[in-house]
């Protein structure tokens, strides 16, 4: 196993590809694939100095599902940020499939980002002058690939935005622009999905149906899903969760193996 990986991640360093990384990953269920090592974020400097993450250490295994929950301002969109490769810790370590993400240049977390990372936020965040499929497709154009159509018409039918696909978002409804965006987060078929209140702004209905298509893709693409969120009834419905406090995880309960 020790081997292999080693080859993985020569092979990756090679050609900055994560074909091999993939097809080993897929072959191992239940491995961890995440770890995360006395994290610590501080922003700013001095008497104004925030440390938003305080020496925080968990794994994730390939396929879980975990909510993060915690009262506002404890740390959690600050941790998502972290494993997603989208800022860099002030301390400590992110790995993932052996890889050490903060090792990696611009380039690479760049890379790492668009192709392992499937991130979704509170409020969409979509890019209002694209249509449903463009907005669905900009992280395969970023990465200078070319779109699978196939791929993503499964997507928009999976969304159930078969009949909005020529659509704008202003044109949307709250709830079908979150399903843009987890779409948009599919797409590259991510390792991690990583969601970031991502009901907070939906009624009832449009949300249970945004958690119902991330569980979807976390049981079926065995993707690991790390949610935050403020609704207990959301958060029991994932296989752990986690509590932060003031930057620190206080309580890490399995809810179902
Ligand atoms: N860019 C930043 N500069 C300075 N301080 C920041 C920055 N981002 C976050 N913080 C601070 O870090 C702490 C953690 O913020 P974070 O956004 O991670 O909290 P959160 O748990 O996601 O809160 P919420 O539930 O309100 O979204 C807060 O005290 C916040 O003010
Ligand atoms: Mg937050």
């Known amino acids: 196993m020790e081997g292999s990986c080693a080859r993985c991640i020569l092979k990756i360093h090679q050609d900055g590809e994560y074909f ?93 980002r668009r192709r392992q990372v499937g991130l979704i936020y509170q409020f969409y965040n979509l890019i209002p002058n694209l249509t449903v499929d463009e907005n669905i497709i900009l992280p395969c154009l970023l990465d200078h690939r070319r779109p699978d159509n196939k791929k993503l018409e499964r997507i928009v039918e999976m969304t159930g935005l078969s009949h909005r696909r020529t659509h704008f978002p202003g044109e949307l409804s709250g709830g079908q622009q979150q399903r843009v965006s987890v779409g948009r987060a599919l797409v590259n078929d991510p390792m991690f999905i990583l969601a970031d209140e991502p009901t907070g702004n939906l009624d009832s209905k449009a949300g249970r149906e945004i958690i119902e298509l991330l569980m979807a893709a976390n049981q079926r693409e065995k993707q690991t899903l790390i949610l935050i969120t403020h609704d207990e009834k959301i958060a029991l419905q994932a296989d752990r969760i986690i509590t932060i406090s003031d930057g620190r995880i206080i309580r890490d309960e399995v809810i179902r193996l």
């Open 20 to 112: 091999f990384l993939r097809v080993w990953l897929k072959r191992v269920n239940n491995m961890e694939i995440l770890r995360v090592d006395n994290l610590c974020k501080v922003y700013g400097e001095g008497e104004n100095a925030v440390h938003a993450l305080d020496d925080v250490s968990f794994t994730a295994n390939r396929g879980e599902f975990i909510s993060i929950v915690g009262s506002s301002g404890s740390g959690k969109s600050t941790l998502l940020h972290m494993i997603g490769g989208v800022d860099r810790p002030t301390s400590g370590k992110v790995t993932v499939g052996g890889i050490n993400v903060y090792s990696q240049d611009e380039e690479e977390l760049a890379i790492f």
